[in-house]
C-alpha cells in the first residue's frame, strides 16, 4: 500500500504565495517513482491538471497557471513540491497529488493523495 501524504495548502489573499508538499511512502519497498504531479478541483468543475513533472525533472504546466507555478520533485524523498506564486481567486480548489509508483514485484500504478484546500481571497 501506497499513501501520498500532502500539506501546505490554506488561506492566502490574492498575490500571495503557498508551498504545497507531497511525500510518497510504502510499508512495501517502492521500486520506482515516475510522473507525480498536481492536479485540482473546484466547486462544480472536474478535476484539472495544474503541473506535473518527469522523473528526469521535466514539467507540464496547465496554461492558466504558467509563469506563476513551479513544480519541483526530490526523488531521494520521494516529494513533489508545488510553488504558488501571484494566486488568484480562480486558483481556489482542492488540490490532489498524484504519483505514478511501481513497488517491488508489482506493476506501476496511479495513486492519489486525499487532498489539500486552497482558498484565495480576493
Known amino acids: 500500500q501506497v499513501q501520498l501524504v500532502e500539506s501546505g495548502g490554506g488561506l492566502v489573499q490574492a498575490g500571495g504565495s503557498l508551498r504545497l508538499s507531497c511525500a510518497a511512502s510504502?510499508?512495501?519497498?517502492?521500486?520506482?517513482?515516475?510522473?507525480m504531479g498536481w492536479y485540482r478541483q473546484a466547486p462544480g468543475k472536474q478535476r484539472e491538471l495544474v503541473a506535473d513533472i518527469r522523473s528526469e525533472g521535466s514539467a507540464n504546466y496547465a496554461d492558466s497557471v504558467k509563469g506563476r507555478f513551479t513544480i519541483s520533485r526530490d526523488n531521494a524523498k520521494n516529494t513533489v513540491y508545488l510553488q504558488m506564486n501571484s494566486l488568484k481567486p480562480e486558483d481556489t480548489a482542492v488540490y490532489y497529488c498524484n504519483a505514478r509508483i511501481r513497488l517491488v514485484f508489482s506493476g506501476p500504478r496511479d495513486y492519489w493523495g486525499q487532498g489539500t484546500q486552497v482558498t484565495v481571497s480576493s
Open positions: 510504502s510499508s512495501s519497498t517502492i521500486a520506482s517513482v515516475g510522473a
